[in-house]
Structures are given as structure tokens and as C-alpha cells.
T-cell receptor
Framework: KQEVTQIPAALSVPEGENLVLNCSFTDSAIYNLQWFRQDPGKGLTSLLLIQSSQREQTSGRLNASLDKSSGRSTLYIAASQPGDSATYLCAVRHSFNKFYFGSGTKLNVKP | GAGVSQSPSNKVTEKGKDVELRCDPISGHTALYWYRQSLGQGLEFLIYFQGNSAPDKSGLPSDRFSAERTGGSVSTLTIQRTQQEDSAVYLC??????????FGDGTRLSIL
């Protein structure tokens, strides 16, 4: 069974800092990996999706990388802002119809 | 609509009652997903519909749970004889095949 782990569980940084969130998975046979953010009381918002054949994806201040062989992905957030405060989740599509989520990293960006 | 719509947004019911949760996906999305998020826990995948293919129901937590998707669009998740451990937020998402999932805001289910 696929297991997805996210470290750290929580992170507090001052505004303007660059930061890295980590996601690891135990089985490298994945279709894709997706990063989401979740605001309190809300559903998830898709940030970036990396297909298994890709190494990274970028959107604005966000960059996600994927190293399938080592079972790792990182989400890099540049020049963090208070509006980035949320819980960040990674999810892997392990097979055609199985999806596994990490437990998330709760980010607080202090003004 | 512009996004995934779930109803009701909140549901409180007594233990032993049946509940139906509804999901309206984004128009044209062939894939539809149901997840459960319990307090303090991560998202648990329940079931996935892709086009007209029969879904894999092995992720459903018990035989009290069932899901349907009519006409490749609206989906309902039904929980029979609810138990207190069924209390959670139930999230629905939709997507084009192998593309980013778009989530609704969820149904918060409370079993008294």
C-alpha cells in the first residue's frame, strides 16, 4: 500500500522568506503527484500537478519538483506572503483508481 | 456552474438514519472522486468514477456506504444506518482524465 508523508507538520515563517515543503511516498509507481492548499472550512484548491514523466512544474511563486526514484516531491514557495497561510497537501495517484494524500503541512506566514 | 457544488453543506442526523450527499461536478469533467476528511486526520479516498466505467468500490469503508453517478454527471454518496464514526467532512472532486482535481467545499456530516 502507498504511504504519503509530509514534513514538517507545521511551519511558521516571517513574511518574505522562501520556503520548502516536503512530500515523500513509498511506492514510486505513480501516475502523477498533485499539490493542493486547503483553507479552514473549505475544500482543496489545486496548485500544481506533475505527471510521472515530468520533473517539475511552476506557477507564479510556486515550483514543485518530482523525483520518482527516491519517492520525493518538494513544493518551493518564493517570497512568502501572509495570504499563503493555509494547509498544504500532496497527493499521489498510485494506480488508475487509487489516490493517497499526505496529512499536510500547516503553514503560517507572519506579517 | 463554475465549480464543483456539494449539498447539503451541513447535515446533522441521528445515529441509525440514512443520509444522502450530493455532488454536482464541473460540466464536461469525466472523472468524479469522493473523499472523507475526519477531524485531525488526512483525506481518505472513498471512490472514483471515470466515464462509464464501473467504479472500484474497495475504498468504501463498509457496506453501509454506496455511491452512484447518474448519466455521467451528478453523484450521490449514501450512508445507511449511520454511526457516530461516520461524522466527518465528505469532499467531492471532479476532473478531466488524469488532470488536476477540482474540489467542492464539502458536506460536514455530524451524527448525534
Amino acid at each position: 500500500k502507498q504511504e504519503v508523508t509530509q514534513i514538517p507538520a507545521a511551519l511558521s515563517v516571517p513574511e518574505g522568506e522562501n520556503l520548502v515543503l516536503n512530500c515523500s511516498f513509498t511506492d514510486s509507481a505513480i501516475y502523477n503527484l498533485q499539490w493542493f492548499r486547503q483553507d479552514p472550512g473549505k475544500g482543496l484548491t489545486s496548485l500544481l500537478l506533475i505527471q510521472s514523466s515530468q520533473r517539475e512544474q511552476t506557477s507564479g511563486r510556486l515550483n514543485a519538483s518530482l523525483d520518482k526514484s527516491s519517492g520525493r516531491s518538494t513544493l518551493y514557495i518564493a517570497a512568502s506572503q501572509p495570504g499563503d497561510s493555509a494547509t498544504y497537501l500532496c497527493a499521489v495517484r498510485h494506480s488508475f483508481n487509487k489516490f493517497y494524500f499526505g496529512s499536510g503541512t500547516k503553514l503560517n506566514v507572519k506579517p | 456552474g463554475a465549480g464543483v457544488s456539494q449539498s447539503p453543506s451541513n447535515k446533522v442526523t441521528e445515529k441509525g438514519k440514512d443520509v444522502e450527499l450530493r455532488c454536482d461536478p464541473i460540466s464536461g469533467h469525466t472523472a468524479l472522486y469522493w473523499y472523507r476528511q475526519s477531524l485531525g486526520q488526512g483525506l481518505e479516498f472513498l471512490i472514483y468514477f471515470q466515464g462509464n466505467s464501473a467504479p472500484d468500490k474497495s475504498g468504501l469503508p463498509s457496506d453501509r456506504f454506496s455511491a452512484e453517478r447518474t448519466g455521467g454527471s451528478v453523484s450521490t454518496l449514501t450512508i445507511q444506518r449511520t454511526q457516530q464514526e461516520d461524522s466527518a467532512v465528505y469532499l467531492c472532486a471532479s476532473s478531466l482524465f488524469n488532470q488536476p482535481q477540482h474540489f467542492g467545499d464539502g458536506t460536514r456530516l455530524s451524527i448525534l
